[in-house]
């Protein structure tokens, strides 16, 4: 599909606002949950890519229709790698750290069905993001 | 019944040092005997990041935030915020600024400690998906620069942002564009160096995973603004994960015409092509780039002519670094105002630092320039491993210097790190502690840089091979007081009559660490360097355990009689220190 104006760029982005509004403000009209991997070459090395795969086994087992995991790169904090953001409408988003493969399933069963926190892994970002808004 | 209040208690290693695991320990029980444990969950969380205010207590879904929490302050908060609903005012952030309270952490001043500018998407959009990109208004930038400006009016934008180059050097990026854009000829081009070598430094590679369409959008931007019509990434087949989410975008953005032919109907064509590099280090420099694109060996020219002159097959050549470009498409879409108005004087907007070394929180943090050094080991990185004293920070890798404590407080740009003999470099800081050795700090350096060296010029070839052959001799304790004349003198002339920044920037982390730190080249040279552990004979009981734990067995001696460590075989690695329970154990 090529774009040959600003017109039409925007339209394009006006049409993609429900995935945004969701990860930064938990606000969405879809319905669907997000679970964000950081999956950079720190992410990976830390084991991210197993519980990828891991969170796509126990989503399937538990027939989570609405729940969406999504790929996205580093966000900094090697130390806690691998990172795992879930954006669930109506909570803010948050951050989970060293959410190794064996973590996955407490992870699901807490933070998505129960919608409630997992303990010792929960992080709040320290910085804000001023790049564009 | 549903949760009607979170209390999130820090627990990264900053809060956990002044008691916030008992926090959590009393939190909970106090929720226990007031019978609400199925209103009030206690959470510990990980590091918050503003450790200087720690310990740190949040509160949801009131959004409040209290810092600096003690453990008899659980009590109030108890008794005040979660049964009664009212705020603790006391033991809100206090703004020196605003000179008032801030309840909510998103307000306070201290929570833009980091901004992010170039990492704006790291870890917030999926890298190999372009719909994602062009929700955060990706290519937007480009579409409003194409269809609303000339290029002179995007090369204005530049200047005035005072956006300068983020891959050591500082050249200012607007400059340039203007001086590519004003030669004659319509065959131009764009390069992205990707070549990013310093040891320690990784947020090039970081922002081509996670979000390489940033990149591809600010490359064309510059295209338009110089009148090329090609860009090129060159980048080290080191990062193969990189390479795949850099192709995946470039093939993503041709689907919808963000490179190509007639891109968003202006008549201007772009497209971009990737070329691998080996790794070299002195690639990172941009005539050795541009030679090692070409197919030669990568080895530097004299300068001038510019690339901006005579670049990429003799024609006129921008070559910018990966931060640089990340930080454009915010600028067009925000203006050159707000960026600006970030920064200090002379160095505008963030920059990106990898924290490495010694340091609680490793990992990468984007600050605006002028940050101290001590807010960034301290409030954000949550300070040294152990608690052990902090020494210096290694910046610049191996074209850098050290800094030290007395320079802590010193705003952080590109002219206050060259006027205490460091440089910005790509933005690398290696912590260092106590317990760091100076000259071996600079004699890796060293070995870096004579091995990288491209051995085109004398100075830079031979030259730090003679200075790598010194420090060597130093610390095999075989040196003496006049090698560190010959050090300094040799370092003087190969900074001064090296062909390329490579050489002339390799000198400097020991000429930086000989002013700082002459005392410890100085033991090494009149060899009164110990660096064997030794027991106090009169503290050791004979317990043994020194002897048990030590790796090399070096440690002698019978039960209850004080042991021997044969200072020729010790190794220096501080397991007898640590075990020693009768601190009979000296450090070297």
Same mark, same amino acid.
Not at chain 2, 69 to 73: A, T
Not at chain 2, 108 to 113: A, Q
Not at chain 2, 311 to 314: F, N, P
């Given at each position: 599909m090529a774009i040959k104006s600003l017109e039409e760029l925007r339209k394009l982005r006006a049409s993609l606002q429900d995935s945004v509004d969701l990860r930064e403000k938990g606000e969405s009209t879809s319905g669907i949950t997000e679970v964000l991997i950081g999956m950079g070459t720190c992410g990976i090395a830390a084991g991210a890519r197993d519980t990828f795969n891991e969170l796509l086994t126990i989503i399937e087992e538990q027939k989570l229709s609405k729940v969406k995991v999504i790929s996205v790169g580093c966000l900094g904090q090697c130390s806690l790698e691998p990172t795992v953001q879930v954006n669930m409408p109506g909570r803010e988003p948050l951050i989970y750290g060293k959410i190794t493969e064996n973590r996955v399933k407490e992870l699901v069963e807490k933070v998505i069905i129960k919608q409630g926190y997992l303990d010792e892994n929960l992080l709040i970002p320290s910085f804000t993001k001023d790049g564009v808004k | 019944m549903k949760e009607r209040i979170t209390v999130l208690v820090c627990g990264g290693t900053g809060c956990m040092a002044s008691d916030s695991n008992e926090m959590v320990i009393q939190l909970k029980q106090r929720i226990k005997e007031l019978k609400m444990e199925n209103e009030v969950t206690i959470i510990k969380t990980g590091c918050f990041g503003f450790c200087g205010q720690g310990p740190i207590i949040k509160i949801q879904p009131d959004n409040v935030f209290y810092v600096k929490?003690?453990?008899?302050?659980i009590e109030e908060i108890i008794t005040e915020h979660i049964v009664k609903g009212r705020v603790v005012e006391r033991l809100l952030f206090d703004d020196p600024k605003a000179n008032e309270k801030v309840k909510e952490h998103k307000n306070?001043?201290?929570?833009?400690?980091q901004m992010r500018i170039a990492l704006r998407n790291c870890g917030f959009i999926n890298p190999e998906d372009i719909s994602e990109y062009i929700a955060v208004r990706g290519y937007e930038a480009l579409a409003i620069v194409l269809s609303e400006n000339t290029s002179e009016e995007v090369i204005t934008i530049m200047k005035d942002s005072k956006l300068r180059g983020r891959g050591g050097g500082g050249f200012p990026t607007g400059l340039k564009w203007e001086l590519t854009a004003k030669q004659p000829g319509n065959e131009k081009y764009v390069i992205c160096n990707a070549d990013e070598g310093d040891p320690g430094a990784f947020m090039d590679r970081s922002i081509l995973e996670g979000d390489p369409h940033s990149i591809l959008e600010a490359m064309a931007i510059a295209g338009y603004a110089m009148g090329a019509n090609t860009g090129i990434v060159y980048i080290r087949a080191e990062y193969p994960l990189a390479i795949h989410r850099l192709e995946t975008a470039i093939k993503q953005a041709r689907e919808y015409n963000f490179l190509g032919k007639d891109l968003f109907g202006s008549g201007f064509d772009f497209d971009i092509d990737i070329r691998l590099g080996a790794g070299a280090f002195v690639c990172g420099e941009e005539t050795a780039l541009i030679a090692s694109i070409e197919g030669h060996r990568g080895e530097p020219t004299k300068k001038p002519p510019f690339p901006s002159e005579q *670049?990429?097959?003799?024609k006129p050549t921008s070559v910018n670094n990966v931060e640089t470009f990340a930080n454009i498409p915010s600028i067009i879409l925000k203006g050159a105002e707000w960026f600006s108005s970030i920064g200090t004087e002379n160095s505008k907007g963030t920059k990106v630092f990898a924290l490495a070394g010694k340091?609680?929180?490793?990992g990468l943090v984007e600050v605006p320039m002028g940050t101290t050094l001590r807010e960034i080991v301290y409030d954000i990185g949550g300070g040294i491993i152990d608690g052990k004293e902090f020494k210096a920070v290694q910046t610049g890798g191996p074209s850098g210097g050290v800094i030290t404590k007395e320079h802590l407080d010193t705003p952080i740009d590109y002219e206050s790190l060259k006027a205490i003999g460091s440089m910005m470099g790509s933005g690398g800081m290696i912590v260092l502690d106590e317990d760091n050795d100076m000259v071996e700090i600079s004699k890796f350096y060293l070995d870096f840089t004579q091995d990288e060296s491209c051995g085109k010029c004398t100075p830079c070839r031979i030259g730090t091979k003679r200075m790598f052959e010194i420090l060597e001799r130093l610390t095999n304790l075989? *040196?003496?007081?006049e090698d560190l004349d010959i050090l300094e003198d040799l370092a003087h002339n190969i900074k001064n009559s090296s062909l390329c920044g490579l050489g002339q920037s390799a000198p400097n982390p020991v000429l930086s660490t000989l002013h700082y730190f002459r005392e410890e080249y100085e033991a090494y040279a009149n060899r009164t360097i110990s660096k064997s552990y030794k027991i106090i004979e009169e503290k050791c009981i004979g317990c043994t355990k020194c002897s048990r734990v030590c790796p090399v067995e070096c440690i002698t001696g019978k039960v209850k009689v004080p042991h021997i460590i044969d200072e020729s075989a010790c190794?220096?690695?501080g397991a007898c220190f640590d075990a020693c329970r009768f601190d009979a154990i000296i450090k070297p």
């Open positions: - | 929490v003690k453990l008899e302050d306070m001043d201290f929570y833009k400690k *670049g990429y097959k003799d340091i609680n929180n490793i075989e *040196g003496c007081p190794i220096a690695c």
